[in-house]
């Protein structure tokens, strides 16, 4: 089936520096989003990209979805303590189940 | 609105027992997924339903059932429950491509 590598698998970095994770496939998609789950909670949606090139911000997030249609980044800029949570990226290739990666664990040090 | 509601937040099983675990949505999304989440690790896809009276198996469906006899509900039932299972269980709907989850369950099996 359709994997979704995602990079890296953990950072720690100090309070207000910039973050910066993607995800590769194999395959094309047609949507990528990026997810961020804190403790005990559900995922939450952060951004959604539905065309290739697509450039989204959402506060101090940044996605991008790849020329390519198999990769995005996900940029966080000056991070700050609440950033804190595991972000995972997702894609489709229309009507089935997202495929996600298996997340970016981010710590913050303040 | 409510969102996506999981019930009940925590549960203990003993090895055999039975469960159903209960989700339901507000936002008339025919899309509707279960995933496991066990620690430090990403999302599988157990059973996902594209529309009341529908449902196709995902990544890991093997001890679990699912039905969708309304658009609304889409409870996950495990049979015979085994250690195996104690994990985090989410549900998620979509519209299609985003999807929106609850808080989780959090089940022991012991």
């Known amino acids: 089936g359709q994997q979704l590598n995602q990079s890296p698998q953990s950072m720690f970095i100090q309070e207000g520096e910039d973050v910066s994770m993607n995800c590769t496939s194999s395959s094309i998609f047609n949507t990528w989003l990026w997810y961020k789950q804190e403790p005990g909670e559900g995922p939450v949606l952060l951004i959604a990209l539905y065309k290739a090139g697509e450039l989204t911000s959402n506060g101090r997030l940044t996605a991008q979805f790849g020329i390519t249609r198999k990769d995005s980044f996900l940029n966080i800029s000056a991070s700050i303590p609440s950033d804190v949570g595991i972000y995972f990226c997702?894609?489709?290739?229309?009507?089935?189940?997202?495929?996600f990666g298996k997340g970016t664990r981010l710590s913050v040090i303040a | 609105n409510a969102g996506v509601t999981q019930t009940p937040k925590f549960r203990i099983l003993k090895i055999g027992q039975s469960m159903t675990l209960q989700c339901t949505q507000d936002?008339?999304?025919?899309?509707m997924y279960w995933y496991r989440q066990d620690p430090g690790m990403g999302l599988k896809l157990i059973y996902y339903s594209v529309g009341a009276g529908i449902t196709d198996k995902g990544e890991v469906p093997n001890g679990y059932n699912v039905s969708r006899s309304t658009t609304e509900d889409f409870p996950l039932r495990l049979e015979l429950a085994a250690p195996s299972q104690t994990s985090v269980y989410f549900c998620a709907t979509a519209v299609p491509n985003e999807q929106f989850f609850g808080p989780g369950t959090r089940l022991t099996v012991l």
């Open positions: 997702a894609g489709s290739t229309g009507n089935t189940p997202l495929v």
């Open positions: 936002m008339n999304h025919n899309y």
